[in-house]
């Protein structure tokens, strides 16, 4: 059983340049979300989808847009990376929003030059 | 809002010592609660969560923690620290329709 799956594991993007990180899960989880971890700073909520077709901003939503595919997929996109994005990116789904504990994928570490 | 507020950045005890780490939440109601831990260059695992009913939660590797409503607080603990015990630990609470919010960590470091 995968849980939950992130691509890619490591990137370094140079300035203004985009990417799209990408997430699944396999436990049909309603609820998906994104947060980035800075040292000192714990894990901040990006964007999340309390359910397929859905999403809300979270704390640092500023420089990211996301997608909710479908049930089991939910991308996260920098349009135009900046030094400031520099993080390890989580991505994480849970059964519904507030409910239950969340399940973690293994991370993407992300270098912005 | 919530928040979630964890004592002491970094906490350091010998092998077979008690081991604390301090969670205070902020929440008008009371919301669900859960530690979790995150070993290098890993991604997070849960050790135990307090939803509803018994206040006193055991969580895996001996862990546990007391929910007190009065003093706001959900503070983990082990009776004897072990050297695979050395990790960083979130606490992190939700209420009905919202994300996880989370402390901003304690890394725990265990000596022989």
């Known amino acids: 059983n995968a849980g939950v799956t992130q691509t890619p594991k490591f990137q370094v993007l140079k300035t203004g340049q985009s990417m799209t990180l990408q997430c699944a899960q396999d436990?049909?989880?309603?609820?998906m979300y994104w947060y980035r971890q800075d040292p000192g700073m714990g894990l901040r909520l990006i964007y999340y989808?309390?359910?397929?077709?859905?999403?809300d901003k979270g704390e640092v939503p500023n420089g990211y847009n996301v997608s909710r595919l479908n049930k089991r997929e939910f991308s996260l996109r920098l349009e135009s990376a900046a030094p400031s994005q520099t993080s390890v990116y989580f991505c994480?789904?849970?059964?519904?929003?507030?409910?239950?504990?969340?399940?973690f994928g293994q991370g993407t570490r992300l270098t912005v030059v | 809002a919530q928040s979630v507020t964890q004592l002491g950045s970094h906490v350091s005890v010998s092998e077979g010592a008690l081991v604390l780490l301090r969670c205070n939440y902020s929440?008008?109601?009371?919301?669900?609660l859960f530690w979790y831990v995150q070993y290098p260059n890993q991604g997070l695992q849960l050790l135990l969560k307090?939803?509803?009913?018994?206040?006193l939660v055991k969580g895996i590797n001996g862990f546990e923690a007391e929910f007190k409503k009065s003093e706001t607080s959900f503070h983990l603990t082990k009776p004897s620290a072990h050297m695979s015990d050395a990790a960083e630990y979130f606490c992190?609470?939700?209420?009905?329709?919202?994300?996880?919010?989370f402390g901003k960590g304690t890394t725990l470091s265990v000596s022989s």
């Open positions: 307090y939803t509803t009913g018994a206040t």
């Open positions: 929440s008008s109601v009371p919301p669900y």
């Open positions: 436990m049909n989880h309603n609820s």
């Open positions: 992190a609470s939700n209420q009905a329709g919202t994300a996880l919010i």
């Open positions: 994480a789904s849970s059964g519904a929003a507030g409910y239950t504990e969340a399940f």
């Open positions: 989808s309390a359910s397929e077709g859905t999403t």
